[in-house]
């Protein structure tokens, strides 16, 4: 059963705070995920309406959040991007064209080894926004990505629906991708990554 009541305690920066049901009762934890698409950004006083739930942990959470007055959204479609397939597709093309000899090896070695930094970061940032944590900054997943991290975080935003929703987001993540494709593609036309990568064997 939905319940109503107004949001206390609200930390922006954050993105999560409290809500204390009208008529008395126990207060909920809140989320900013938690609101329907198109929501305007929650203040304290707010009045809202809730689904009661609890965590693993036995708290009081507040699922499928409405502003009072708010008509119900549409339910989001789900992506169509084939996010991990498009992942696990350029991290074999990667290690391909290093066994044909066409990329260095170490070079190889640094996109894997991004990817799966990237993987985690996004890991941990999808659990710090559920349990209401110290999130990761969208500018450092940005910058693994456009290092290189790509692959790893295209299969970690479909594993964990992370992040895919947020156009903003999106919109800078795929320049990331474009930006590091062209790096990489100069670097090896120009003979750099060969050059740089037998003189670190060296």
Not at 13 to 19: D, I, L
Not at 37 to 60: A, E, F, K, M, W
Not at 133 to 140: A, L, V
Request: some cysteine; glycine content about 10%.
């Amino acid at each position: 059963m939905r319940l109503a009541g107004r949001i206390t305690d609200w930390n922006d920066e954050k993105g999560f705070g409290f809500v204390v049901p009208n008529g008395g009762g126990d207060r909920a934890f809140v989320h900013v995920n938690e609101f329907q698409r198109g929501s305007r950004r929650p203040v304290s006083g707010d009045l809202i309406s809730y689904l009661p739930t609890t965590d693993q942990r036995g708290r009081l959470k507040a699922r499928q959040i409405r502003h009072a007055g708010q008509k119900v959204a549409v339910p989001r479609s789900p992506s169509r991007v084939p996010r991990a397939a498009l992942g696990i597709a350029a991290l074999a093309l990667c290690t391909a064209l290093a066994l044909f000899r066409v990329i260095p090896f170490l070079l190889l070695v640094a996109i894997a080894g991004l990817s799966l930094l990237a993987y985690l970061m996004y890991w941990v940032d999808k659990s710090a926004a559920q349990r209401g944590g110290q999130r990761t900054p969208e500018s450092t997943l940005h910058l693994v990505s456009l290092a290189g991290g790509w692959p790893g975080a295209l299969v970690a935003q479909q594993h964990f629906r992370h992040k895919t929703i947020k156009q903003s987001f999106q919109s800078v993540f795929w320049g990331t991708v474009f930006l590091n494709v062209l790096a990489v593609t100069w670097l090896v036309k120009s003979g750099v990554a060969a050059e740089l990568a037998r003189s670190l064997s060296g």
